[in-house]
């Protein structure tokens, strides 16, 4: 029978996906789906799957290896203070700092997390407030990671906002739930062990960081060097965990932690992704679904009662989001965003199990627990996706500002696409503004060109600020101000280019434009690259320069992509190297693409790879 068990189990792990995609079920995550399918084959339904050391121990793995890659799904760019050091204006035109909102508005989760598990005990529904707490303010990041990545918002304010939200909602309360449940398993005394846990972890971190990159030179089909140090970290910081009393599911997330840290290639995460997603992971869900009984929870009246006011709590309990949202975004967008946030699977589960080690719980509330956090689960999605509404400034790829307005500004303010840039000029020449203004639609004069001007007329919220004045000194003095106000890409304009400028200006990340250069690179391309000369210089083909942001693109092959027979690729940057492309390189996100095509053609692929 134990072999059947997981037979079956494995078999089930397949066919899941398989029979959503023939029925294009789209709007149910796969997780939840692997739950319902467990229910119906286990104690509730069929009990067809019974329990067995075999699916425990693979199952006990899977919830492992689930959190290691929760661990990898952090963005840590996001939550550098570089980044948001600049507000940024949201669709309903306030200015938006993403961390900042997120904060407020996951502060305002807990306290109402806290509320909510104290009404439960007062009304003789839940006793155990700490635990309702934490399970309460959860939010399921890889649900929350693909339904924004679907919706194509993660690099918006908006979604930014809600992912960093996510992020604390899946951080915090899994050390509130080591916490928890050190004090509840009669070792308070030790918690201060738990410190150990996260010195290993940057021992870990320092120990392998250089070594990491040398892995990545001599590993080889056979050896797979960065997926043994992946599975070497896991055990590591879990036996660590275990050691000093702490839960293993908060090594395997510190695991994770530390190989997202080591910047793998996107090839090393669809590896993990595809060991952990493709095998481990299901099992864990599909035998939750085994063992809920929910027989037990409609024989049982006060079970029964627990699952609709846990359903409504946990959307409550993201109430604070919707309306901290509100003051920062639309209202429709607010309500999409505080509801997806309600979403709550990948932390309840490892929390329950956790709880029920710890006999803080019994079968059947949670039971009642998994089944309420299946309905949200469900739901929550649903009513994000057929809410939220893109406006027409969260379709605009990259905001550019030009300050400095001449006829080549001019005929680049004409050339730039209006789907993938909102494009604005500023000038302080009245001169200049009056001979244009019919002409360009966003043209703003200012009184002057002092950077405190430029500041009030907010020329430096944006992606691109590009400074084209004939007085090379004061694009320089304008082009670090931009950077200094956090501005991504800042170009500047220099008219003569003296060498100690040029070292300094990449130093402080700031890119070079020199007008005098022009005509030796077009001919030097000429001379070197004809074929990049005909491209530049033809009428009925485009040449384009596109950052790969789309992951179903990445951690492929060019010759695997749909479309690779309709474009030529030139080059390919890597970091600071360029790269000569093959049918057989693969292309990983943040890869810089030179190619050229037909205009049509070339236009929607520029749209498509750079999609986030």
Sequence with gaps: MEGLSLFLTVFLALVIPIVMARLRVTTVPTAVAEIIVGILMGKSCLNLITQTSQLTFLSNLGVIVLMFLSGMEIDFDLLSPKKHTRARKSESG????????????????????????????????????ALASI??????LGVVIATLKEKEILGRPIGQTILL????????????????????????????????????????????KRPYLWFAKVTKATTQLDV????????????????????NILGAFLAGVVMKLLEPTQ?????????????????????????????????????????????????????PVTLTYMRAFNKRNAFAGGFLTATTITIVLPTLQVARKLNAITATQSS??????????????????????????????????????????????????????SVQVLTCRKEKYDTYKSKVKNLKLLPDRKLDTLEAAGAFDTDIFVATFTDDQANLEVGRAAKQAGVKRVIVSQGKVVADTVDQLKEEGIELFAFNNLHGAMLRALIESPAVYRIITDTNNALYDVVVRNSA??????????????????RIRRGDKWIS????????????????GPWREADRIHQLLSRE
């Excluded at 492309?581 to 050229?596: K, R």
């Design 94 to 129: 306030k200015q938006v700092k993403p961390m900042v909102v997120a904060a407020f508005a996951f502060g305002g989760v807990a306290v109402a997390s806290v509320l909510l598990a104290l009404g439960m005990k007062a009304l003789g529904l839940f006793n155990d407030v």
């Design 135 to 140: 399970i309460f303010m959860t939010v399921a």
């Design 165 to 208: 939200t996510a992020v604390m909602g899946e951080v915090i309360p899994l050390l509130l739930l080591t916490i928890y449940s050190t004090a509840n398993g009669g070792d308070a005394r030790k918690l201060w062990l738990i410190i150990l846990l996260f010195v290993a972890a940057i021992i870990l971190l320092r120990r392998f």
């Design 228 to 247: 043994r140090l992946a599975f070497f970290l896991i055990f590591a910081l879990v036996t660590v965990a275990e050691q000093v009393g702490a839960e």
């Design 267 to 319: 090839a090393t995460k669809d590896k993990l992704t595809s060991i952990g997603y493709g095998f481990f992971i299901p099992i864990f869900f599909i035998r939750t679904g085994v063992n809920l009984n929910l027989k037990l929870l409609f024989a049982n009246p006060q079970a029964l009662m627990l699952l609709p006011v846990l359903v409504i709590c946990f959307f409550l309990a993201k109430l």
């Design 368 to 421: 009642a627990f998994i089944l309420a956090a299946v309905i949200v689960c469900i739901a929550c999605p649903i009513v994000f996706n057929s809410t939220f509404a893109l406006t027409p400034e969260d379709k605009i790829k990259e905001k550019v500002v030009i300050f400095g307005l001449n006829a080549v500004t001019m005929t680049v303010y004409q050339d730039l696409h209006d789907s993938w840039y």
């Design 553 to 570: 693109y990445t951690g492929r092959q060019l010759m695997d992509w749909d479309f690779v027979d309709q474009i030529t690729v030139s």
């Design 581 to 596: 492309p093959h049918g057989s390189t693969v292309i990983e996100p943040g890869d810089e693409l030179i190619y050229s």
